[in-house]
């Protein structure tokens, strides 16, 4: 009751109404920016692994070059169908495919670009979370054998569509008396496919498997073979089975080795970004501190008065812990409840920020995805309730004991 009495007094009956708002507004907002901040970071993450998974295997198996019987170079596979069933069938597999790599140059006539050849069957490619079936394309998978997929970067760029024509071009073509001339092929663009990362969109070209044999001389083998399995986040101890299964010759590299210092490189972000918004929280805090020193230096008085009627310390302390503490849990409730509808409502934000700055905000071509995703955890949202309301009481206590220990005799001294 005492405490509720307080922390409605106004300044002119000594109380500090003012600087309870002002806290109780820094809590909140603090809580809020921290809330959004954790969920967003979720949702990157999230976003970048889920394409990564989505538009890559999750192992590939590949070997080096070597000599052949009659002093040729030779890379990749011969047996590539028997192996690609022996890894299959390995425990956790859920499939494996034999691929064919290469890089290739693509052109409408008038502008040409960079792409990355993959060439798989008609099935695998279906198969593909981000690229085939359920995917963000538009044309016909059934057409596949018939053309090429090509990534939205590549067809924006060239200007082309599905029903269009356009021409491929490698550099490692037909091997004449004068040396390698470039091969050049055209096919029809028959899928357009959005995986949703930039750099897999401006680059990634899907090829038939035999045509890809063809197109780069590989008839008779395979590159590598690509493997996906049930929990990507244990590909590390899949990797021996699989190489087990593969044959001595076999080297593995997963999408971890891809990605991993990509993802370190977020740990790290993660971290600082999370210790920022503390620091953020903290500082907010600090504001209760002020507020109740004050509020004990104009109540000395009342405390003096409270102590000789018999009030314990423990009692003041209560008191004034009370008064600094809801503060503190009023502001993390306001913060969750702003940071979750901010988070929820993400695109919309993004939406009404373009629309004040007069442009798009987020620039793919830096970022890598399209936009700027943000997902709700329930134990981030734990750790900003745990961090603010840790702070929040933590630094109510040292006011509180001074003015539990405030000696009533020096304090009615004056009186």
């Known amino acids: 009751m005492i405490a509720w009495r307080y922390l409605r007094a106004k300044r002119a009956e000594g109380g500090v109404s003012t600087m309870t708002w002002i806290s109780l507004t820094g809590i909140t907002l603090a809580v809020m920016a921290l809330v959004v901040t954790l969920a967003v970071r979720s949702g990157f993450r999230e976003e970048m692994v889920d394409t990564i998974l989505g538009a890559n295997a999750h192992l590939t198996v590949y070997t080096s070059d070597r000599m052949d019987e009659n002093g040729r170079r030779i890379r990749g596979f011969a047996g590539y169908d028997d ?184 740990d790290i972000e993660d971290n600082v970004m999370f210790l920022i918004m503390s620091i953020l929280v903290l500082i907010a805090s600090l504001n209760i501190v002020s507020g109740l020193i004050m509020l004990v230096k104009n109540k000395g008085r009342d405390i003096g008065i409270l102590r000789t009627m018999g009030l314990t310390e423990g009692s003041v302390l209560r008191i004034f812990f009370i008064c600094g503490s809801v503060t503190g849990v009023i502001g993390t409730i306001c913060g969750v409840a702003l940071g979750c509808l901010i988070a929820l409502n993400m695109e919309h934000v993004m939406d009404f920020i373009s629309w004040l700055n007069g442009g798009e905000v987020w620039d793919a071509s830096v970022r890598g995805i399209y936009s700027l995703p943000a997902k709700l955890q329930a134990w981030d949202v734990f750790s900003a309730v745990a961090l603010s309301l840790g702070l929040s009481f933590g630094v109510t206590l040292f006011p509180a004991r001074r003015a539990a220990r405030m000696n009533p005799v020096e304090a009615l001294r004056y009186e």
């Open 83 to 266: 192996l690609a069933a022996r890894i299959a069938g390995v425990p956790g597999v859920t499939r494996a495919a034999p691929q064919i790599k290469g890089q290739v140059m693509v052109s409408d006539g008038e502008r040409t670009v960079g792409a990355e050849v993959f060439g798989i069957a008609p099935e695998e490619l279906a198969a593909i979370p981000r690229v085939g079936e359920g995917a963000t394309a538009i044309g016909d998978l059934a057409d596949f054998p018939n053309g090429i997929a090509l990534g939205s970067g590549i067809a924006r760029e060239l200007g082309v569509t599905v029903g269009d024509r356009v021409r491929v071009i490698s550099a490692s073509g037909v091997r004449t008396a004068m040396g390698t001339a470039p091969r050049t092929n055209a096919y029809d663009v028959v899928y357009i496919f959005t995986a949703g990362r930039l750099d897999i969109d401006k680059s990634r070209l899907y090829m038939p498997f035999t045509e890809a044999q063809s197109f780069f001389n590989r008839e008779g083998f395979a590159d590598e073979i690509e493997v996906i399995v049930e929990n990507p986040d244990r590909i590390d101890q899949m990797v021996l089975p699989v190489l087990n299964a593969a044959g001595p010759e076999a080297m593995p590299w997963t999408w971890r080795d891809s990605a991993g210092s990509f993802l370190r490189a977020l």
